[in-house]
């Protein structure tokens, strides 16, 4: 079987405080049916398998504060 090309790929992309409350309320949703979670970002589908690793990280600078819920998986 041919091998994937895999590129990186670093977006943050901004949403409404509407849709991004609908993103995780699917997400939340999703992930206690243990099924695999999938969501568009920017033009590229992403799926999350069920087993990704699950974590909340917060950052603090000078100027910044910011908190980002983390799915990791192995490709």
């Known amino acids: 079987m041919p091998r994937r090309r895999t590129r990186q790929r670093d977006i943050e992309r901004a949403y409404s405080k509407t849709k991004f409350i609908a993103a995780l309320r699917r997400l939340a949703d999703t992930l206690e049916s243990g ?25 603090l600078s000078q100027a ?9 998986w192995q490709r």
């Open 35 to 59: 099924k695999r979670f999938s969501i568009r970002v920017a033009g590229e589908r992403v799926r999350v398998p069920a087993n990704a690793t699950i974590s909340i990280e917060h950052e």
């Open 64 to 72: 910044d504060e910011e908190i980002e819920f983390q799915l990791k």
